[in-house]
């Protein structure tokens, strides 16, 4: 299976917050060496444990998010495990690290050092604030990320804490941001000769998935607040997560030329099934704006479409959202992505073979891609890596023979 990164090596010494950077460049073809250090990464003592054994090499969460690479064991703290590093970067293309900035210069192996032995080498660096500036400095994780980006502010109950994502989002947003980076670097490689240091700041990441609370500020001078499912307008709160049979679906009572066609729509439905009274079926929808909505006005539409939704399943109003043009989606759990026949007849999941372990079904191809040469294609190359599975094969091309690893291994430098 060839890929639009066929060639392309990366040295991948990410720790979590840049694990799904590594996996997005090995599925678009890069080989891809995850580097680790001889008591492997942290999140493999993490559960939950496939077969619920506590293994290393059974961690749910590092068997996702570390496909498609190779693995070696190497200490790069230490004088020789660094210059075995050093020697890898001169056949690489790519390193990529979450270190704390300044780490890696007092290692030895900074941008500074890397340019210098490699100038066409691109390295990547994704920390919570960048390398530079007033927070560079200070640490951070993915709740300070999206506590600081806004996106916390606006997520949650009004009368309740906020609530963030149950899973790191702010490393995956950050992650896609990394991994696009690179590929751009690469592009301007091939046209200048030098590669770049790419520098990706989690928080800065995170700003985009506001979706507009943040652009709006400029025009109306709101900052957002929690409402949890409800959209806030200047005389009413509308819903905009509604309950349905089996779930909740996604609908807005929001008019103007985009929206307006799926509220005629969607009042046409609910007359099809005698759930539209005659008031709503009178309601002029060119003229309706629902910024001018009274509260009262807003409560009176909801309980229409409230109980047509409360009689319908996710699956009944989905399929009628894409017969009609609805601007209506479910909001799937893993159930309901699980049982997606979309999904199934993109042939989205795969099954990947665990040498040793057995089989796991993972997402696969998040796109289809073609190359000039043809038949690239994007999807996981190889199953997660065993701790040090790959050491010898990859330090033999830098002239380490079996022995010299034995030695190596001895002393605790891989």
Same mark, same amino acid.
């Not at 909801?302 to 699956?315: N, P, Q, R, V, Y």
């Given at each position: 299976?060839?890929?639009?990164?066929?060639?392309?090596?990366?040295?991948?010494?990410?720790?979590?917050? $840049?694990?799904?950077?590594?996996?997005?460049?090995?599925?678009?073809?890069?080989?891809?060496?995850?580097?680790?250090?001889?008591?492997?990464?942290?999140?493999?003592?993490?559960?939950?444990?496939?077969?619920?054994?506590?293994?290393?090499?059974?961690?749910?969460?590092?068997?996702?998010?570390?496909?498609?690479?190779?693995?070696?064991?190497?200490?790069?703290?230490?004088?020789?495990?660094?210059?075995?590093?050093?020697?890898?970067?001169?056949?690489?293309?790519?390193?990529?690290?979450?270190?704390?900035?300044?780490?890696? =210069?007092?290692? %030895?192996?900074?941008?500074?050092?890397?340019?210098?032995?490699?100038?066409?080498?691109?390295?990547?660096?994704?920390?919570?604030?960048?390398?530079?500036?007033?927070?560079? %400095?200070?640490?951070?994780?993915?709740?300070?990320?999206?506590?600081?980006?806004?996106?916390?502010?606006?997520?949650?109950?009004?009368?309740?804490?906020?609530?963030?994502?149950?899973?790191?989002?702010?490393?995956?947003?950050?992650?896609?941001?990394?991994?696009?980076?690179?590929?751009?670097?690469?592009?301007?490689?091939?046209?200048? %000769?030098? $590669?770049?240091?790419?520098?990706? =700041?989690?928080?800065?990441?995170?700003?985009?998935?506001?979706?507009?609370?943040?652009?709006?500020?400029?025009?109306?001078?709101?900052?957002?607040?929690?409402?949890?499912?409800?959209?806030?307008?200047?005389?009413?709160?509308?819903?905009?997560?509604?309950?349905?049979?089996? $779930?909740?679906?996604?609908?807005?009572?929001?008019?103007?030329? =985009?929206?307006?066609?799926?509220?005629?729509?969607?009042?046409?439905?609910?007359?099809?099934?005698?759930?539209?009274?005659? /008031?709503?079926?009178?309601?002029?929808?060119?003229?309706?704006?629902?910024?001018?909505?009274?509260?009262?006005?807003?409560?009176?539409?909801?309980?229409?479409?409230?109980?047509?939704?409360?009689?319908?399943?996710?699956?009944?109003?989905?399929?009628?959202?894409?017969?009609?043009?609805?601007?209506?989606?479910?909001?799937?759990?893993?159930?309901?992505?699980?049982?997606?026949?979309?999904?199934?007849?993109?042939?989205?999941?795969?099954?990947?073979?665990?040498? %040793?372990?057995?089989?796991?079904?993972?997402?696969?191809?998040?796109?289809?891609?073609?190359?000039?040469?043809?038949?690239? /294609?994007?999807?996981?190359?190889?199953?997660?890596?065993?701790? $040090?599975?790959?050491?010898?094969?990859?330090?033999?091309?830098?002239?380490?023979?079996? =022995?010299?690893?034995?030695?190596?291994?001895?002393?605790?430098?891989?």
């Amino acid at each position: 299976m060839s890929g639009n990164l066929d060639g392309v090596r990366v040295l991948d010494l990410a720790g979590e917050p $840049g694990h799904f950077a590594a996996k997005l460049l090995g599925d678009l073809g890069a080989d891809v060496v995850k580097v680790e250090h001889p008591a492997g990464d942290p999140v493999r003592h993490r559960g939950p444990f496939w077969g619920h054994a506590d293994d290393a090499e059974r961690s749910l969460v590092w068997l996702a998010y570390n496909t498609s690479k190779r693995g070696i064991t190497l200490d790069v703290t230490t004088p020789r495990g660094r210059d075995l590093f050093l020697a890898l970067a001169e056949r690489a293309d790519v390193v990529l690290e979450t270190e704390a900035p300044g780490t890696m =210069a007092v290692r %030895g192996l900074g941008w500074d050092a890397l340019h210098a032995r490699h100038p066409r080498l691109v390295m990547c660096s994704l920390t919570p604030w960048g390398q530079t500036g007033p927070y560079a %400095g200070w640490r951070g994780s993915d709740l300070t990320a999206i506590a600081t980006s806004g996106n916390l502010h606006c997520t949650g109950d009004p009368d309740r804490a906020p609530v963030r994502c149950s899973l790191p989002v702010a490393y995956y947003h950050a992650s896609i941001e990394a991994a696009l980076a690179v590929t751009f670097a690469l592009v301007a490689r091939e046209r200048t %000769g030098r $590669g770049q240091h790419v520098d990706v =700041a989690m928080q800065a990441a995170m700003i985009m998935p506001n979706m507009a609370t943040a652009s709006m500020f400029k025009m109306n001078g709101s900052r957002g607040s929690r409402a949890g499912a409800f959209f806030r307008q200047p005389k009413s709160e509308q819903r905009e997560i509604w309950p349905c049979k089996d $779930g909740f679906v996604s609908f807005a009572l929001r008019g103007g030329p =985009a929206r307006m066609p799926g509220l005629v729509a969607m009042v046409k439905l609910m007359d099809e099934h005698g759930m539209a009274s005659a /008031a709503l079926k009178a309601t002029d929808w060119k003229t309706y704006n629902h910024n001018l909505l009274t509260q009262a006005e807003v409560d009176a539409l909801s309980a229409e479409f409230g109980a047509f939704f409360l009689s319908k399943t996710m699956t009944e109003l989905f399929r009628a959202a894409v017969e009609r043009n609805l601007m209506l989606a479910p909001a799937n759990t893993a159930r309901e992505i699980d049982a997606s026949e979309q999904l199934a007849s993109r042939e989205f999941f795969v099954e990947v073979d665990n040498p %040793g372990r057995g089989r796991l079904r993972y997402p696969g191809s998040f796109a289809k891609t073609t190359s000039a040469s043809g038949g690239a /294609a994007v999807g996981i190359r190889r199953p997660a890596p065993r701790l $040090g599975e790959h050491t010898r094969d990859v330090l033999a091309e830098i002239g380490v023979t079996e =022995a010299m690893v034995v030695e190596l291994r001895a002393a605790g430098v891989c």
